[in-house]
């Protein structure tokens, strides 16, 4: 029998298949690389705005109506966020009272759309060419938007920035790591060392593992009930968003925690139980140290999963307007994902920067605790 066709066949079927799996991996690729593409270029003007310098008087009548604080021809061009703090200015430096001065102002954004190329975005046409001339003469500048992180949320878009989204985001990851880890490896460490097998465990086990598959905003829902109404805990809260979030992760920590555990030698237990040890010091002095390196890495992949949920945090009230950061985990606040939602829903362009900088900011925050949970695993994990 003439077995050289079926041999190349066989060949021709590898070299298929191994062709299959490169193109498959060139298209995820071409893929990744095309969102990041996209994103960063969208995202980039977002981290300049302009300033343009005008004549501010101080006069006693700004007290009333800021607006006589500017000549009218420049009140199109100037931010309201800028104006209103001039009466403010003057109440701190009573000095200023009857002198004007050349102030660098916050511009509208529709000046700073006009000079991104943005032409068809707002600025009307009468005013185009006053602004292409005070850019070409320097009284326009674009300069880094520092604001984007040091300011909260704004109804004017060029005052708009991601601090209070940002500190609301820490509070609730803190809530949730509080929570969710110490529970978490505390039952994961009763199922897999101290519980007995029987049927009772058993479908504990497979409710855990159910309860992380099932939708997250299964959770916001849960969170709605038992913290908000039952526990009474402040809707919009950092305290209702950690909670909620710390449902989430919990079975994703439980099951991290009980493959690292798993991941321990019997031959461990073992040599500690032939030196008298008892089951708790088994666990507490030889099995957690050594899957201490995989409870931490699922611990933190679970967290930066939570970090970017958006729909349970929604049924919660975490997509409140808050311009101001909060100073507690009662009052109200947002998180970085329902801040990038709701940017995404505004029909002015400047939110559309604004929208692509708070995804790459979020990307680039997730990234760096999967990549800290990777090169974690690698330095301290033991190969048996």
Known sequence: MNITPRLKRRYRA?????????AAIAFALSFLAFFFIDIIGKAMPAFEQAYIEVPVTYSAAIKDNYNKAIPRSYRYLVSKSYL??????????PELLGQTKQRWALASHRVDQYIKGHQGHGLKKKYRGHVTAMYDDGHIEMRFNARFFSHGDSKMAENAGILAAAIGSILVL?????????????TAVYLEEFAPDNRFTQAIEVNINNLAAIPSILYGLLGLAIFINVMGV????????GLT????????????????????PESI?????????????????????????GILTGSIIGLAQAMGETAPLLIVGMMA?????PSSILDATTVLPAQVYTWSSESIRAFEERTAAGILVLLTVLLSLNGFAVWLRSRTQKTW
């Open 14 to 22: 590898d070299r298929r298949f191994k062709f299959y799996g490169m």
């Open 84 to 93: 209103r703090t001039l009466p403010y200015e003057l109440e701190a430096h």
């Open 174 to 186: 803190l809530i949730t790591i509080a929570v969710a880890v110490p529970i978490g490896v505390m």
């Open 234 to 241: 402040p809707r919009s809260s950092a305290l209702a968003g």
């Open 245 to 264: 979030l710390a449902l989430m992760t919990l079975p994703v920590i439980i099951i991290s925690t009980r493959a690292a555990l798993r991941s321990v």
């Open 269 to 293: 237990r073992d040599a500690a139980y032939g030196l008298g040890a008892s089951n708790l010091q088994v666990v507490m002095h030889h099995v957690l140290p050594l899957a201490f390196p």
């Open 321 to 325: 307007y808050i311009p101001e950061a």
